[in-house]
């Protein structure tokens, strides 16, 4: 099987985001792989220790230091990469584009995984337009996978604990939940036998991308501060929770 | 822009006071708002959408058998089809879990942009408020193309009623089954009729100060009580304490309630990046000196099990 896993390289969750001006952050904190492709990937190597004739294919669309990402794919089990370089802000639309053309160019897929969602511009659906331009289905937000004979049975979370559980003819697109496994943490020998595994670099121009009929744009962006006025509730346990109670009912008008 | 289409979701035979908060949103910047509901339309169902200002309700008349009528991939192709024939250049939808796995498919089946999570949108202009880097940066975002879609964050408006006299379309389509993706089972609803994390009023949410798997119960039974949605922060997940279904922060969901009661969470980064939307924060905490005791509304300083044990005694 041809498994192909998109990674996306990220600010790391811990860091301070910083603008340099009204649009661009200050991109100096450390990057790190999209936590969600983490589980991407993590289940890409399962899949193959089943299948043992699996290749895994890790493919990014970034600027070139995203190649440590890829590096940290290929240290958690992929076989090689795929680094599409631009240094361009890419919206879903042409990154779905480019990561279609990508694959296409590289050979073609019997599944593709990603990650459910991107922790920096939080589209939830690159998954689902990969799919649509190759007329693949899609799941997002799996939570376990299953491949039998030319089938996938995927359980999705939706939230406060429910399911779908769907079955997918392959090949398909699977976008990875948290819930779907514990990521990989790569020993040093898997670090050290990484380094030798080939990354590919292709310039976005190399690709055959037609442009897309929209595009969504960053206009402004500001940090989320909402300044906030503490006001104590003191007394007893029984005085603060009779406080609670009123202001649940009276202020807030969220309890009868 | 012409005709602005809102995709309605249902709760109990009933039309989700978070979709027409979504209907108050649209009709700040529409002028004609279309509503598609999936679940066959009812008096009340109309009366519902017409107090808050649908000028016209359409039927999608999906097929009847559940596993057809509930598969996602069904749906986005009943509202494209509906989008197509009603001539919609505006296709607005809840960013709630339903939300989530169907308007990315509409909008990947038209191939136009989408924007998740919206707390705001002007329909006009084709602009959209939404956040970025997990909940950190608020950003303002233009969307070009023949059809914009916005994903509204539940909550995000609270709805206003604005009386119009609505008309009812029935939409006749064959379903496109389609044969690649089947629906094989699925919850109902949540099987102990809790809360949504993403739509409740309230919620109480949990972290390191519980200490252990059985005091989180007590998050639970509290949010019974007050018909809050429980949730938890990061560490009461990965201790096990609680499922990863109920983490709040930036690898969890990102939820906007009416008050956020945070009740032994210290409050990292991380977490205020899924809850700082909040309207009121209410910090419960031993601990005096943690970011979410000074960026909260109300500081309750004490021990969280006497005051949860109080309130929901008191209740």
């Given at each position: 099987m041809q498994i192909y896993v998109c990674v996306k390289h990220v600010p790391d969750s811990a860091a301070n985001i910083h603008m340099i001006d009204d649009r661009n952050i200050d991109d100096s904190v450390p990057f790190l792989m999209n936590p969600y492709d983490e589980h991407a990937v993590t289940e890409a190597a399962a899949m193959k220790k089943q299948i043992p004739d699996s290749e895994i294919i890790a493919v990014c669309l970034g600027k070139k230091d995203a190649e440590s990402t890829l590096r940290s794919a290929l240290a958690m089990g992929a076989d090689r990469g795929v680094l599409v370089e631009t240094d361009d802000m890419c919206d879903s639309m042409t990154t779905a584009r480019v990561l279609h053309a990508a694959i296409i160019r590289d050979g073609g897929a019997d599944i593709i995984l990603t990650g459910k969602e991107s922790i920096d511009s939080e589209g939830m659906q690159t998954q689902f337009r990969i799919g649509a331009l190759f007329d693949f289905p899609v799941v997002t937000n799996a939570a376990s996978l299953e491949i039998t004979k030319e089938k996938a049975r995927v359980s999705c979370e939706l939230a406060g604990g429910r399911t779908r559980t769907y079955e997918l003819t392959l090949p398909c697109v699977i976008g990875a939940g948290r819930g779907l496994n514990t990521p990989i943490y790569p020993t040093f020998p898997d670090v050290v036998k990484s380094r030798k595994k080939p990354i590919e670099t292709v310039a976005r121009s190399q690709l055959d991308v037609s442009d897309a009929p929209g595009s969504a744009k960053i206009v402004s962006m500001a940090p989320l501060v909402q300044k906030r006025n503490p006001q104590k509730i003191t007394g007893t346990p029984a005085e603060q929770a009779a406080e609670i109670i009123r202001i649940l009912r009276q202020e807030a008008k969220v309890l009868s | 822009?012409?005709?602005?289409?809102?995709?309605?979701?249902?709760?109990?035979?009933?039309?989700?006071?978070?979709?027409?908060?979504?209907?108050?949103?649209?009709?700040?910047?529409?002028?004609?708002?279309?509503?598609?509901?999936?679940?066959?339309?009812?008096?009340?169902i109309a009366d519902h959408l017409s107090e808050y200002g649908v000028h016209t309700i359409v039927d999608l008349s999906l097929?009847?058998?559940p596993e057809i009528r509930r598969n996602p991939a069904v749906q986005a192709t009943a509202v494209v089809h509906a989008a197509r024939e009603l001539e919609l250049d505006r296709i607005l939808g809840l960013s709630s879990p339903e939300g989530k796995d169907l308007l990315p498919r509409v909008a990947a089946l038209l191939d136009a942009p989408l924007i998740m999570d919206c707390v705001d949108a002007d329909l006009k202009t084709g602009t959209a408020t939404t956040s970025q880097y997990s909940g950190k940066m608020m950003a303002k975002i233009q969307l070009t193309g023949k059809i914009l879609m916005f994903g509204i964050r539940p909550n995000a408006v609270l709805p206003e009623s604005k009386p119009v006299p609505a008309k009812t379309v029935a939409m006749t389509m064959d379903a496109v089954v389609p044969e690649n993706i089947s629906l094989q089972s699925w919850d109902e609803a949540d099987t102990e009729g809790r809360q949504s994390l993403v739509e409740a009023d309230i919620i109480?949410?949990?972290?390191?100060?519980?200490?252990?798997?059985?005091?989180?119960?007590?998050?639970?039974?509290?949010?019974?009580?007050?018909?809050?949605a429980p949730a938890a922060s990061r560490v009461a997940v990965?201790?096990?304490?609680?499922?990863y279904a109920f983490q709040v922060g930036q690898t969890g969901e990102k939820v906007s309630p009416q008050v956020y009661i945070a009740c032994g969470i210290s409050g990292?980064?991380?977490?205020?990046?899924?809850?700082?939307?909040?309207?009121?924060?209410?910090a419960v905490n031993k601990d005096e000196n943690t970011a979410m005791m000074a960026n909260c509304d109300?500081?309750?300083?004490?021990?969280?099990?006497?005051?949860?044990?109080?309130?929901?005694?008191?209740l």
């Open positions: - | 822009m012409k005709q602005a289409g809102i995709v309605i979701e249902m709760e109990n035979g009933r039309v989700k006071e978070t979709s027409l908060g979504m209907i108050t949103l649209a009709g700040r910047t529409a002028d004609s708002l279309t509503a598609m509901v999936m679940s066959g339309i009812t008096d009340d097929p009847d058998a109480i949410a949990g972290g390191r100060g519980l200490k252990n798997k059985k005091n989180f119960s007590l998050i639970f039974d509290c949010a019974e009580k007050l018909n809050a990965d201790e096990g304490w609680v499922p990292s980064i991380q977490h205020f990046a899924g809850m700082k939307t909040a309207k009121m924060i209410i109300y500081q309750v300083q004490g021990d969280l099990f006497d005051i949860l044990t109080e309130i929901m005694r008191q």
